[in-house]
């Protein structure tokens, strides 16, 4: 195997890094426009490494690593991928990338590290397994036909909004939702909400700042932003991320503040998301979830969605706890 050269990604590669993303797992397409903001943006206090592997004076895949704050993280995790293009696919490369990967983000004081790999990536899963990562969680992914179930979600929609407005509960979009906290509370409800989500990486406290532009990417309008209201109290919301380059329409987020689970207001405002989008023309919605998550693949199941190869988190310990 002739060893790939390996250089640091600049902000102005972030389109590169997209279409190396795109080619690597063509179901989860990156948008250029996207990836830019997100790498202009790095989370307050967050450190990242990002790298562009080439052969031959030709660009062949985008690999990154990414952690917390070790105040807020003492175990000192760390997210990591590669995105190996396609055409160049090789289960020695492959092993080659993660390896060096895992080397860096060590030298960066990361202990445990996190990625991912598709079900259907047999490769990419023995690459992994080659190098020291482990099986640790299983990521369900959905698509959901609009085509088909356009109708009929359309409808739902108007009964649930009916059904949410005479239980004291408004459904509306951010972008008509004219409080002027209102981005104050949304941080508050993500925040409450993203402590329930199983994870073995801990979900650390993300500052009014980073949530502001996180809430403002190009993929997230905000007339396309759904929440439910009880009064002046956000209590629920949902969102869809519309690429506006290139990509599928994926689900955002969606929660219930938990003083109001139950009473089907989560379902409720997903529901005007995805009715919007058939409005739209979208042909296709797709989400994923943990696994582990029952009420969100309930949710799923009951609204259409056709379950599809999944994820497969993977974990690999390096530094102090890998040389135990």
Request: glycine share 8%; charged share 30%.
């Amino acid at each position: 195997m002739i060893e790939p050269v390996l250089r640091p990604a600049t902000l102005d590669d972030a389109a590169l890094a997209a279409d190396l993303m795109t080619s690597a797992y063509p179901v989860f397409a990156q948008d250029p426009v996207v990836t830019r903001y997100r790498w202009e943006r790095t989370r307050r206090a967050w450190s990242v490494g990002r790298y562009i592997a080439e052969l031959d004076g030709h660009a062949v895949a985008f690999l990154d690593w990414l952690h917390g704050p070790p105040e807020q993280d003492p175990e000192r995790h760390c997210e990591v991928g590669v995105y190996l293009d396609a055409a160049r696919l090789d289960v020695d490369l492959l092993s080659f990338l993660w390896r060096w990967l895992a080397e860096q983000a060590e030298m960066a004081g990361s202990e445990i590290l996190e990625g991912y790999a598709g079900e259907d990536e047999p490769e990419m899963l023995e690459a992994m397994a080659r190098t020291g990562f482990e099986r640790d969680r299983r990521e369900n992914v959905w698509e959901l036909d609009l085509g088909q179930h356009g109708d009929r979600l359309r409808s739902e929609a108007h009964e649930a909004r009916a059904k949410a407005s005479a239980d004291g509960i408004e459904l509306s979009t951010v972008a008509g939702w004219t409080d002027p906290a209102a981005l104050t509370k949304l941080h508050a409800l993500d925040d409450v909400t993203r402590k329930d989500i199983p994870t073995t990486f801990p979900i650390l406290p993300e500052a009014m700042e980073d949530f502001v532009r996180r809430a403002s990417s190009p993929d997230r309008p905000r007339d396309r932003w759904w929440i439910a209201l009880a009064g002046e109290r956000p209590v629920a919301m949902s969102y869809l991320r519309f690429p506006p380059v290139r990509g599928s329409v994926w689900t955002g987020y969606t929660c219930c503040d938990p003083e109001y689970r139950g009473r089907g207001i989560a379902r409720a405002v997903k529901l005007q998301s995805l009715a919007q989008a058939a409005e739209l023309g979208v042909p296709f919605v797709y989400t994923d979830n943990d696994a582990e998550n029952g009420p969100m693949l309930h949710i799923n199941e009951r609204l259409g969605y056709r379950s599809r190869p999944g994820l497969v988190g993977l974990l690999k310990r390096v530094g102090k706890k890998g040389h135990v």
